[in-house]
C-alpha cells in the first residue's frame, strides 16, 4: 500500500517561496508517475504539476510554468514542489498523488493514490 504524506506548507507573503515534499510511509513509490494537485476554497481540485516514474518527463499547468518546479529523489522516496513567486492566487490545499502506470498524468481521476494534503497560504 503506498500512504503519501505531504510536508513543507505554511504561511508565506507574496513573493516568497516555499517547497514542499511527499513521501511515501508505506510501499516504495520509486516506480509510479507522480502528481501536485491543489484544491482552494470553493473551488474544484486543479492540476499543478505532474513528474515520470523515472523524472525524465513533466508537465505543469500553465499557471505555474516558470514559477513552481516539480522533482523527484528516488532514493528518498520523495517528490518535491519548489514554489517561487508565490501569489496569493495559489493559496490552497496541497495534495500529492501517484499514479502506478509511471507517465506524466493530468488528469486527476486516474491517479491511484493521494495524501491527505498540506495547506499553503499566501498573504498579499
Known amino acids: 500500500q503506498v500512504r503519501l504524506v505531504e510536508s513543507g506548507g505554511g504561511l508565506v507573503q507574496a513573493g516568497g517561496s516555499l517547497r514542499l515534499s511527499c513521501a511515501s510511509s508505506?510501499?516504495?513509490?520509486?516506480?509510479?508517475?507522480m502528481g501536485w494537485f491543489r484544491q482552494a476554497p470553493g473551488k474544484e481540485r486543479e492540476f499543478v504539476a505532474t513528474?515520470?516514474?523515472?523524472?525524465?518527463?513533466?508537465d505543469y499547468a500553465d499557471s505555474v510554468k516558470g514559477r513552481f518546479t516539480i522533482s523527484r529523489d528516488l532514493a528518498k522516496n520523495t517528490v518535491y514542489l519548489q514554489m517561487n513567486s508565490l501569489k496569493p492566487e495559489d493559496t490552497a490545499v496541497y495534495y500529492c498523488?501517484?499514479?502506478?502506470?509511471?507517465?506524466?498524468?493530468?488528469?486527476?481521476?486516474?491517479?491511484?493514490?493521494w495524501g491527505q494534503g498540506t495547506q499553503v497560504t499566501v498573504s498579499s
Open positions: 498523488a501517484a499514479d502506478r502506470r509511471g507517465s506524466v498524468l493530468r488528469v486527476g481521476l486516474a491517479y491511484d493514490y
Open positions: 508505506g510501499r516504495s513509490i520509486s516506480g509510479y508517475a
Open positions: 513528474i515520470s516514474w523515472d523524472g525524465g518527463s513533466t
